[in-house]
């Protein structure tokens, strides 16, 4: 090996060092940012308690949530993996299914009960869109292993958000009476893939 190479391949090398320690998060750190995200959430909580009725609860929901969300998101970047940033995008689908539902409770009835399927809807997608992505992340033995994870992966999800764009679209029909009822009921079916 050539000194002009050995001295290259030393200096890549401290540069991959380097790089990796500049971007990893020593515990102090990490401890400092669990603390920043605890002063943050009671600061948060606080200014819900100038509110009232319904948007005092969606402030509250807003305000969990955006802490679940920074905790998950430091977990991926304080020991980074696909389950951590999976964690990490199930909390995001979490937060916004949880601050959805509550802003449904503005609403009665028939309104209400789309409002909160189209939530479930919307976080039953987000969550299986998470681990469609965990699954294309996650090293296999081969590429055809990993080619089947993930073709398994995107087939119980699109099951999954079927089901549940159909429990959606279900729900709208129940306003309806009669024969419109029941067309409406066999179009979601089939649009849906139920059977």
Do not use: W
């Not at 920043?36 to 005092?56: E, F, G, R, T, V």
């Not at 999976?86 to 028939?110: F, I, P, R, S």
């Not at 995107?154 to 009822?181: F, H, I, L, Q, T």
């Amino acid at each position: 090996m050539t000194f002009k190479l050995r001295r290259t391949l030393i200096a890549a090398c401290a540069a991959g060092l380097l790089a990796t320690t500049a971007f990893a998060m020593t515990p102090t750190e990490h401890k400092a940012a669990k603390d920043s995200i605890s002063a943050d959430y009671k600061m948060n909580k606080q200014k819900c308690n100038a509110l009232k009725a319904n948007a005092k609860d969606i402030c509250a929901k807003e305000a969990k949530g955006t802490q679940d969300v920074a905790k998950a998101e430091l977990e991926a970047q304080y020991k980074p993996s696909a389950k951590a940033s999976q964690k990490a995008a199930e909390a995001h689908a979490d937060a916004a299914y949880a601050v959805a539902k509550e802003k449904c409770d503005d609403l009665t009835g028939n309104a209400k009960d789309v409002c909160v399927k189209d939530a479930k809807a919307d976080h039953v997608k987000a969550k299986e869109n998470a681990k469609v992505t965990a699954a294309q992340a996650k090293p296999a033995d081969s590429v055809a292993e990993k080619a089947a994870n993930v073709a398994e992966a995107r087939k119980d999800a699109a099951a999954e958000k079927n089901e549940a764009n159909y429990k959606a679209a279900k729900e709208r029909c129940d306003a309806m009476s009669g024969d419109v009822k029941s067309k409406c009921v066999d179009d979601a079916k089939r649009m849906h893939g139920q059977t």
